[in-house]
Structures are given as structure tokens and as C-alpha cells.
């Protein structure tokens, strides 16, 4: 499976600073090997498109989107419109909108199936919190996000979803989780999808979330059922993200 990064911006960048980050990573050496996306804030895809001219990477990918494709839902975003925009993957479910906006298990399950059906692979985020760590909860609550999130999806056939395991914990705290509780937790995320999916399920790629950067990259990806990364803070430079990618996947 081809590994996958996904640069998630979060709220930075507005379009002239996301054109000037596409422009400035598009000078960059790339592994072959590899699928990078950027999840632009919607009101940049359009000038990360512009920018990107005939280059097919990195892929567009939004960072939400509602749970129908028309309606009376003032201030929403369809998948259909995201699909207009050419855009290959959306996040759902990211534990700041968990915990910021009240996003439930529910509302996640509704957006991933809509985004799935309109040709975009949805990319379910979960996580445990610290607490739900200490009282060791980890498995049970991880689990039970993922069955949830993926109730309506296929595993097969076009948009194959992707699973981001991002322990809250490690989200922004430089404090990563170690390679071996990332593969773990992702042995037992693999273990829901083959539940839902069947064979299909090692088609869908779980990355890893948390405090990823250039140091700890390799480490990550060399890690045996760990098929990528999402990461933050350390892909808002253009260049020090294109070196991640590069460490990602050694020459
Ligand atoms: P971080 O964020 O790399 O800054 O920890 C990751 C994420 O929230 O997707």
C-alpha cells in the first residue's frame, strides 16, 4: 500500500498565503513513492488548486464537511461542492471539532457515508483523550469510535476511506505517542475494519497523528502497520513539510 501524508493547516492560511505555500512546495523533490494531500481551510482550496496548475500533488483535501449534499444549512459545505473542487479526501471527526463543536460519533458516521457517496475518501479521525488513557480506555473507546464512523461506508470500489489514530494527548504537544502504542492501537483499528470490510479492509490506510515532524517521521512510517501520517503544526512550512516527506520515505 502506498503510503499516504496529509498536511493538515487547521485554521491557517487564507488563499494568498496557501498559493505561496503550494507554490513554494511544488520547487521541492518529492518521493515518487508516495501520496501527499493538503487539507486547506475551504475558503483556500480554490487558490491551492490555482496554484498547483497540472500538478496532481499534493491532492486537495478539505477539513470537514456537513452530512448532506443541499439544504437549509446556512454556513455549510457539501461533499458534492467539495467534489466540484476536485478534492480526493476530507477529514471528519478531528478531535478539535469533537471537542470544540460537539461533533458526535453520529454526525461523523452521517459525514463520512455523504462525503464516500459524492467520490471522496473521507478521513475518519479518533482518538483518546488523557483521561480516557489513565483509566485505560484506550482500545475500548478508539473501537467504538471507528464502528461507528464507518456503519454506512463500503470498502471497496472508488473513495476507499482512510483511519487517522491521533491520541488527543499528542495533538500539538510535541509529546508524540510511541511507535509501538501507534501500532498497536492501529492493529486493533485494523481488527474493526476487517469486521466491517472483510479483505477489503487492507485497502484502507490508518495513519498516525500527534506531534509527527521531521525527527520522528521515519521512525513512524518504518513501523509495521502504520501506512502514513496526518500532521499539523509541522507541515504549515512548505519546505520543512517537503523534507518530511522526503524522510518519510528514504531514497
Ligand atoms: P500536530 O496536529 O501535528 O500539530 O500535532 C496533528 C493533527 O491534529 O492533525
Redesign the pocket.
Known amino acids: 500500500m502506498k503510503k499516504l501524508i496529509i498536511a493538515?493547516w487547521?485554521m491557517h492560511y487564507g488563499p494568498l498565503k496557501a498559493g505561496a505555500w503550494v507554490r513554494a512546495f511544488r520547487r521541492e523533490r518529492l518521493p515518487k513513492d508516495l501520496d501527499v494531500a493538503v487539507a486547506a481551510p475551504f475558503v483556500s482550496l480554490a487558490a491551492v488548486r490555482a496554484s498547483l496548475g497540472r500538478a496532481s500533488i499534493p491532492a486537495l483535501a478539505a477539513q470537514d464537511a456537513f452530512w448532506a449534499n443541499e439544504g437549509a444549512f446556512t454556513g455549510e459545505i457539501a461533499p458534492v461542492m467539495l467534489s466540484e473542487f476536485s478534492c480526493a479526501y476530507c477529514l471528519v471527526g478531528?478531535s478539535?471539532r469533537r471537542i470544540n463543536l460537539g461533533e458526535t460519533d453520529e454526525m461523523v458516521a452521517k459525514k463520512a457515508a455523504v462525503l464516500q457517496k459524492a467520490g471522496i475518501s473521507p478521513v475518519i479521525c479518533v482518538g483518546e483523550t488523557e483521561t480516557q488513557r489513565r483509566k485505560g480506555e484506550q482500545d475500548k473507546i478508539v473501537r467504538a469510535q471507528l464502528t461507528a464512523a464507518v456503519a454506512g461506508l463500503k470498502g471497496d470500489g472508488r473513495a476507499v476511506p482512510v483511519v487517522a489514530y491521533?491520541p488527543v494527548w499528542?495533538?500539538?504537544?510535541g509529546r508524540p505517542c510511541t511507535p509501538q502504542h501507534a501500532k498497536d492501537m492501529h492493529g486493533n483499528l485494523r481488527g474493526v475494519l476487517k469486521k466491517k470490510f472483510g479483505a477489503a479492509a487492507d485497502h484502507v490506510r490508518i495513519v498516525y497523528?500527534?506531534?509527527?515532524d521531521l525527527r520522528n517521521i521515519g521512525e513512524f512510517l518504518t513501523t509495521t502497520g502504520i501506512d502514513g501520517a496526518?500532521?499539523?503544526?509541522?507541515s504549515l512550512d512548505p519546505r520543512n513539510f517537503a523534507l518530511l516527506c522526503r524522510a518519510a520515505i528514504p531514497a
Open positions: 493538515n487547521k478531528h478539535e491521533e499528542a495533538i500539538g504537544t497523528g500527534g506531534s509527527v496526518l500532521v499539523g503544526g509541522a
